[in-house]
Antibody, heavy 113, light 110 residues
Framework: QVQLVQSGAEVKKPGASVKVSCKAS????????MHWVRQAPGQGLEWVGV????????AHAQRLQGRVTVTSDTSTTTFYMELSSLKSEDTAMYYC??????WGQGTLVTVSS | QSVLTQPPSVSAAPEQKVTISCSGS????????VSWLQHLPGTVPKLLIY???KRPSGIPDRFSGSRSGTSATLGITGLQTADEADYYC???????????FGGGTKVTVL
């Protein structure tokens, strides 16, 4: 069955960067785009970005323009989401999701001085 | 301020029906399929409806989706206490070249 296994929780200082991974298995890697979605404490779901499996086609939320990069590694069937210049408002649970059908377990990113 | 507008909350008694609206525009709901997600605190979101009105396997037919113009609706019949959760609509916005979510609707079973 489809499995999306994300990397562990991160604590970062403001201004730092974080890179979250999402290891995919149980399906044909090349067939599905991977989205990233986050939820800050007490807030709703927010779309972060998307990449095709080869990483050649990507898009991201305008409000994160210039700070977010979504990539993939076909050799390890792993997707990545990197967020730079972290702010306290970036504190959230980050999920990878295969077209909203399958979800990773979530990675808590905490930004605190 | 979400691109898609949902009511903050809806409520009904057990076994009753609720509907959740999701209002958008021609750049999103009007020309793209809509998905609906259920999210309980501390859990991973669950897909209830995809491609506007299709249910993944395992989702009961108490849940239904529809669209009219630039608005979509999620219906839940035979309301159960287990249905108490936050519900989100989502779709692609061609003008923004981005996926967009509604602000979420909290369902309360009275």
């Amino acid at each position: 069955q489809v499995q999306l296994v994300q990397s562990g929780a991160e604590v970062k200082k403001p201004g730092a960067s974080v890179k979250v991974s999402c290891k995919a298995s149980g399906y044909t890697f090349s067939n599905f785009f991977m989205h990233w979605v986050r939820q800050a404490p007490g807030q709703g779901l927010e779309w972060v970005g998307v990449t095709n499996p080869s990483g050649t086609t990507t898009a991201h939320a305008q409000r994160l323009q210039g700070r977010v990069t979504v990539t993939s590694d076909t050799s390890t069937t792993t997707f990545y989401m990197e967020l730079s210049s972290l702010k306290s408002e970036d504190t959230a649970m980050y999920y990878c999701t295969q077209d909203l059908h399958e979800w990773g377990q979530g990675t808590l990113v905490t930004v605190s001085s | 301020q979400s691109v898609l507008t949902q009511p903050p909350s809806v409520s009904a008694a057990p076994e009753q029906k609720v509907t959740i609206s999701c209002s958008g525009s021609s750049s999103n709901i009007g020309n793209n399929h809509v998905s609906w997600l259920q999210h309980l605190p501390g859990t991973v979101p669950k897909l209830l409806i995809y491609e506007t009105n299709k249910r993944p396997s395992g989702i009961p037919d108490r849940f239904s989706g529809s669209r009219s113009g630039t608005s979509a609706t999620l219906g839940i019949t035979g309301l159960q206490t287990a249905d108490e959760a936050d519900y989100y609509c989502a779709t692609w916005d061609g003008s923004l070249n981005a996926a967009v979510f509604g602000g979420g609707t909290k369902v309360t079973v009275l």
